[in-house]
């Protein structure tokens, strides 16, 4: 049964695999601005290295707190990954405040499925999930952000509670409640 939890060297291959799956859609390029292609370009070369890949989960499970030195405009963030046993499904980065450019497009929730895991309603699941993980860093209503044309994410939000707000900088932004029971459609 798949699950978010953090990350976890467990799933090293799995990992490594959807890394490569995300850089076959084209992922990781120098225009890609986004969580998993910033990760692809600074770690792809070295994740093989259990060694390396270990000091990378420990990186990303320190992101969320408070005490680490992190660049200019970077926030607190909690990765959690959804994983089934050990296979890697996708990540979730919940941001614990918003700086102008996340409240403008980024929002506090943002999450990635493997290319070979989509449409299975592994989204959906992981984003109702993370929610009270949300609230337990003092988000009472996360905002959960994507691009105008991403019917399929724009689903997930809105099956999650997302009540949509506006359209900035080409992002749909819905604010999801952490604490209210989901009503299944």
């Known amino acids: 049964m798949p699950r978010l939890t953090v990350p ?5 291959a799995s990992f ?3 890394m490569a799956e995300f850089r076959a859609e084209g992922r990781g390029g120098p225009d890609d601005g986004s969580t998993v292609g ?3 370009r600074d770690h792809g070369s070295v994740w093989q290295d259990p060694r390396i890949f270990a000091g990378y989960v420990e990186a990303v499970r320190a992101d969320a707190r408070d005490d680490v030195p992190r660049p200019d405009g970077g926030v607190p963030c909690t990765t959690l990954w959804y994983v089934d046993n050990d296979t890697y ?3 979730l980065a919940i941001r614990h405040t918003l700086t102008p450019p996340l409240l403008e ?7 990635d499925i493997r290319p070979t895991a989509r449409r299975r309603g592994h989204a959906t699941a992981m984003l ?3 929610l009270p993980w949300a609230r337990e ?5 996360a905002l959960v952000t994507c691009d105008t044309d991403n019917v399929a994410s724009r689903k997930v939000i809105e099956s999650c509670g997302g009540l949509f707000e506006d359209i900035r900088s080409g992002k749909l932004r819905y604010w999801v409640p952490t604490d209210r029971p989901f009503k299944e459609r």
Not at 105 to 110: K, S, Y
Not at 137 to 141: F, L, T
């Open 8 to 12: 976890d060297v467990r799933v090293h």
């Open 16 to 18: 490594v695999a959807a």
């Open 38 to 40: 910033r990760a692809i």
């Open 105 to 111: 497009w980024g929002g506090h929730i943002g999450y």
């Open 128 to 130: 109702r999930a993370a």
């Open 89 to 91: 499904l996708g990540r």
């Open 137 to 141: 860093v003092g988000i009472r209503s």
